[in-house]
């Protein structure tokens, strides 16, 4: 399949929010729209299209992120790193070399734009290490002042919301029901 990168705008959030919903399962009526991407840099936010942007089958975003390195005189430095993040691809347009197209857009824009690294923000790094992404580190060391208190508020409020339900889902029309739901 021939893929085309194509710019995104705010303008096109809900096509974005719509790949990246089907790529990983989540209703987007449960949080505003622009909550999701308020942090976006549109100007570095892209689809891929295989009709050069009347179709979004996946999307990405870059974010400034920043990597600590030994520096001068035994100090650490922090040096900027563009990081590549909100990778989706829609399940309908998996293994079709859309991936590849957006990882390689991504990387030769960096080249372009004279960076000399990319970091990734992911939910599964290892699916990205054909592109020469790895784990950088399995360990983070924190401090936190004694009585230091961890509250989701908006979350505890939601998981009350949640209701699950479990249904025997072992038939080929349960599976074509599934489907259709996942692509609406």
């Not at 449960?30 to 549109?42: G, K, L, R």
């Not at 908006?154 to 209701?163: D, G, H, I, S, T």
Request: aromatic share 8%.
């Amino acid at each position: 399949m021939s893929v085309s990168i194509v710019a995104l705008t705010e303008a096109d959030r809900d096509r974005l929010l719509a790949v990246d919903g089907a790529a990983f399962f989540f209703d987007p009526d449960t949080t505003p729209a622009e909550s999701f991407t308020a942090h976006f840099d549109w100007d570095r936010t892209y689809g891929a299209s295989p009709d050069a942007g009347g179709t979004l089958v996946g999307v990405y975003t870059s974010f400034d992120m920043a990597l600590t390195v030994p520096g001068p005189l035994g100090r650490l430095q922090r040096v900027p790193m563009p990081g590549l993040s909100w990778v989706s691809v829609h399940p309908d347009h998996r293994r079709r070399g859309v991936l590849r197209a957006m990882v390689t857009h991504h990387l030769e824009d960096l080249r372009d734009r004279g960076a000399a690294l990319s970091g990734l923000h992911a939910a599964e790094v290892a699916i990205y290490g054909r592109f020469g992404y790895a784990v950088a580190s399995p360990e983070l060391d924190l401090t936190l002042p004694r009585g230091t208190a961890f509250t989701a508020p908006a979350l505890e409020a939601a998981a009350a919301r949640v209701r699950t339900t479990l249904v025997q889902a072992d038939s080929d029309e349960t599976a074509a029901r599934l489907q259709e739901l996942h692509l609406s």
